[in-house]
C-alpha cells in the first residue's frame, strides 16, 4: 500500500525566510502533485512533476521531484503571509489507465510578520 | 470554460437520511474521482469511474456508499443511513485522462 508522508506537519514561518518543506512516499511512482488548500475551499494545483529530476517555479515557489529517493520538495523564497495555507503533496499509484491519488496529510503554513 | 461543479456546497442530513452528492467533471473530462476529506486531514480515495463504469472502487466503505456516473447527467455519490462519522468535506475531481486531476470545490456534508 502506497504511503505519503508529509514533515513537518505545522511550520510557522518568518516573513522574508526561505524554507523547505518535504514529501516521502514509498512506492515507486513518477507522478507527483502539490495543491495548496486554504481553509474551508477547494485544492488548486500548483505542482505538476511527472519525471525523476522535474523542477518547476511558479512565484516564490519551486517543487521537485527525486523518483530515486522517493521525495519531492518545495522551497519557499522570502514567505509572505499570502502563502499561509495547507499544502498537500499527492502521488499518483497509476496502474495502467488507472489512476488514483494518495495524499500526504498535509503542512499547514503560518507566516507571521 | 467551467471547472468541475459540485452540488450542494453544504448538505446538513440527520442520522438515517440519505445523502446524495453530484459532480459534473469539466467539459471533456470522462474520468471522475471522489475523495473523501476528514477535519484535520489529507484526502482518501474513495472511487474512480469512467462514464457508465465504477473502474475502482476500492476506498468505497463496503456498505451504505454507491457511486455512479451515468452516461447523462452528473456524477452521483449516494450515503445511505448517514451517520455521525460520514460528516466530511466530499470531493470529486475529473480528468482527461492524462496527468492531473482538477478538483470541484467540494461538499461538506454534516450530520446531526
Known amino acids: 500500500e502506497l504511503k505519503v508522508e508529509q514533515n513537518p506537519l505545522f511550520l510557522s514561518m518568518q516573513e522574508g525566510k526561505n524554507y523547505t518543506i518535504y514529501c516521502n512516499y514509498s512506492t515507486t511512482s513518477d507522478r507527483l502533485y502539490w495543491y495548496r488548500q486554504d481553509p474551508g475551499k477547494s485544492l488548486e494545483s500548483l505542482f505538476v512533476l511527472l519525471s525523476n529530476g522535474a523542477v518547476k517555479q511558479e512565484g516564490r515557489l519551486m517543487a521537485s521531484l527525486d523518483t530515486k529517493a522517493r521525495l519531492s520538495t518545495l522551497h519557499i523564497t522570502a514567505a509572505v503571509h499570502d502563502l499561509s495555507a495547507t499544502y498537500f503533496c499527492a502521488v499518483d499509484a497509476r496502474t495502467g489507465a488507472n489512476s488514483k491519488l494518495t495524499f500526504g496529510k498535509g503542512i499547514t503554513l503560518s507566516v507571521r510578520p | 470554460n467551467a471547472g468541475v461543479m459540485q452540488n450542494p456546497r453544504h448538505l446538513v442530513r440527520r442520522r438515517g437520511q440519505e445523502a446524495r452528492l453530484r459532480c459534473s467533471p469539466m467539459?471533456?473530462?470522462?474520468?471522475v474521482y471522489w475523495y473523501r476529506q476528514l477535519p484535520e486531514e489529507g484526502l482518501k480515495f474513495m472511487v474512480y469511474l469512467q462514464k457508465e463504469n465504477i473502474i475502482d472502487e476500492s476506498g468505497m466503505p463496503k456498505e451504505r456508499f454507491s457511486a455512479e456516473f451515468p452516461k447523462e447527467g452528473p456524477s452521483i455519490l449516494r450515503i445511505q443511513q448517514v451517520v455521525r462519522g460520514d460528516s466530511a468535506a466530499y470531493f470529486c475531481a475529473s480528468s482527461p485522462g492524462v496527468a492531473g486531476q482538477y478538483f470541484g470545490p467540494g461538499t461538506r456534508l454534516t450530520v446531526t
Open positions: 467539459k471533456g473530462h470522462s474520468h
